[in-house]
Each structure stands twice: as structure tokens, then as C-alpha cells.
């Protein structure tokens, strides 16, 4: 059984991938806080409502020879967007605020603890109910 496939699974699923991707996003963010002309970037909002529709739960395959299938890739469709005009730019012309990215990184990994948490528990409550622990 396949518990990955389960509903509550699969939204945190969805989430933990939403947060990894977010992420990569603020560190790209950070890295580029002295470039020149850089926006800040950011993920458009999660939306639990859509889980599922448009995403599928595909792992990618590796070929280790060159007659072998690449195989299907996961979609990577949280896509990145602009953050609203900033008020405060550096001389450079660069808009990336440390402090707000530091507080979004933060707040990333608050959220991504507590959805690792709740994985945690409701997977030992499926163990428990299955009579296995």
C-alpha cells in the first residue's frame, strides 16, 4: 500500500514540495542581494484546493545507458513570481530586503516542521491502526 496516494499524504506532500521549491527561491533571493537591477522573487501562494488537479506524483527516472527511457519528470509548475514593487532600492538598482527574505526563510521553516510533524504523527497513527506498533 502505497500511503504517499492517501489524501492527508498527499496534501502534506504537496505543501513540503511548495516550501522546498519556496526555498530555493528566497536563497536565490539572498545570493543575488548584491547584484545589480535583482527583484526578489517568490512563489504564487499555495492553494490546497488545487492539490492533485494540476500536479502529478511521477519520479524521474535516470538512464544509465543510452538505449534506456528518460521516463516521465515531475511537473514543476509552482511558478516563480515578481514581488510587488519594492519602495526600497539599493543604489545598484537592486530590490532584494534581507530582512524580509530572512523572515520568509523563517517562516518556511516553521511551516515545513510542522508539515515533517504532522507526516510523523499521522503515519504512526496508520501504523498504530494497523495493529503493527
Known sequence: MDIGKLGMFANLKEKMDWLTQRQEVIAQNIANSDTPNYRANDLKEFDPKTIGRDRQFILAMQATAPGHSQGLHKPQNFKDEEVRKNYEVAPGKNAVILEEQMVKMNE?????????????KHKSMMISALGRA
Open 108 to 120: 518556511n521553516q516553521v511551516d515545513y516542521q510542522t508539515m515533517t510533524r504532522l507526516y510523523a
